[in-house]
């Protein structure tokens, strides 16, 4: 019987995507783990493993598509011994019925205007589960991230019920799973809060429609540039955040001139590595690393809220906003209270590249948890940035200038730097975020304590 190939939903939010190149041709054999599409999403672009093996019957959508619905069918393959001309006109036939039911299940929670990451997780619901499919070697079928997730709580994938196509473990099962504390499974730091969306709120108010906008400009005088994916998962997320999260913030003053000072001569000391400097640290990879000590020392900030309970991070994922054409991206430094200096340096350089050229990985840039937002580069004195759930803070850093100030009743020139804490006021209290930000400038202010 021939194998369906359908669109995978590569993340929590994901309802379309663009085929952007097929990497296998009709006729050819693939294995399962091999390679054979690449598909972008609003961030980036993912490579995607065959599950099944067989022969390619049919490339159903063309290389160059864009729009393609999660689980749509794209491609047909021919399991070993069966006709691939019979397998590319009959393999098809079943699809829609397999596909209605998840579209089916897809309406209503849009009809609800419930969260996107409700919206993608309802699809493989509607699905008969099955057991978690295994080869002949007890290797269960799973997809990369889910096998990530599974590992990091501690969680046997063979115990957990498989929901993608052909019965294949997915990122939502492994949740599922964790959530229910079957398998063996610790609680994940990260995977709770992702589960847990945030409560469903009131209808959104919709935007100006563009007769509404347009008919106060003179005809001619304008051009209309449709939105991206990006741009309105973006759009999407803010509006989620403003509305359900209630902002807070803090601010405070750091003197950088000690930082700037240890930062010289740890750039000066950096080894040769293949005739260049094995790393270069800037000043927000040291501002990362304060974040994330600070973090470890007050625990109770380290946290995201649910309607249910605090969850409490036992690591600082700390993302930090990179810009990018048409929006921006967060990247993970995982652990980073854990990491040297100089591996976060490179670490950050390697996903800030990857970033722009929309190659990170979803579990590269989901999750986490707290974020920087640096626009000190860009000469902006301070700002405040919007949380970005289930993140319960996110630090705003702006630019380092020469400012006057008083020591022992005289007046000094002193490099400092003004950030600004937002906080997700029902998980960080006023006081709690304070002394989170007080943690945070000792780092900045005495840096050799981010050295030991």
Known sequence: MPINITMPALSPTMEEGNLAKWLVKEGDTVKSGDVIAEIETDKATMEVEAVDEGVVAKLVVPAGTEGVKVNALIAILAVDGEDVGAAASGGGASAPKAEA??????????????????????????????????????????????????????????????????????????????????????????????????????????????????????????????????????????????????????????????????????????????????YKLSVNDMVIKALALALRDVPDANVSWTETNMVKHKHADVGVAVSIPGGLITPIVRSAELKSLSAISNEMKDLGARAKGRKLKPEEYQGGTTAVSNMGMMGVKNFAAVVNPPHATILAIGAGEERVVAKKGEMKIATVMTVTLSTDHRAVDGALGAELLGAFKRYIENPMGMLV
């Open 101 to 278: 039911q998840p579209a089916k299940a897809d309406a209503e929670p849009a009809k609800a205007e419930a969260p996107a990451a409700e919206k993608t997780a309802s699809a493989p619901q509607a699905q008969a589960p099955a057991a978690a499919k295994t080869d002949g070697d007890k290797r269960v079928f799973s997809s990369p991230l889910a096998r990530r997730l599974a590992k990091e709580a501690g969680l046997d994938l063979s115990a957990v019920t498989g929901t993608g196509p052909k019965g294949r473990v997915i990122k939502s099962d492994v949740e599922k799973a964790v959530a229910g504390g079957t398998g063996r499974a610790a609680p994940a730091p990260s995977a709770t809060p992702t589960t847990a969306a945030a409560p469903a709120t009131a209808a959104a108010p919709k935007g100006l429609s563009d007769e509404q906008v347009l008919k106060n400009f003179a005809e001619g005088s304008y051009d209309l540039v449709p939105h991206d994916g990006m741009r309105k998962t973006i759009a999407k997320r803010l509006q989620e955040s403003k509305q359900t999260i209630p902002h807070f913030y803090v601010s405070v003053d750091c003197e950088l001139d000690a930082l700037l000072s240890l930062r010289a001569q740890l750039n000066a000391a950096s080894p040769e590595k293949d005739g260049k400097p094995a």
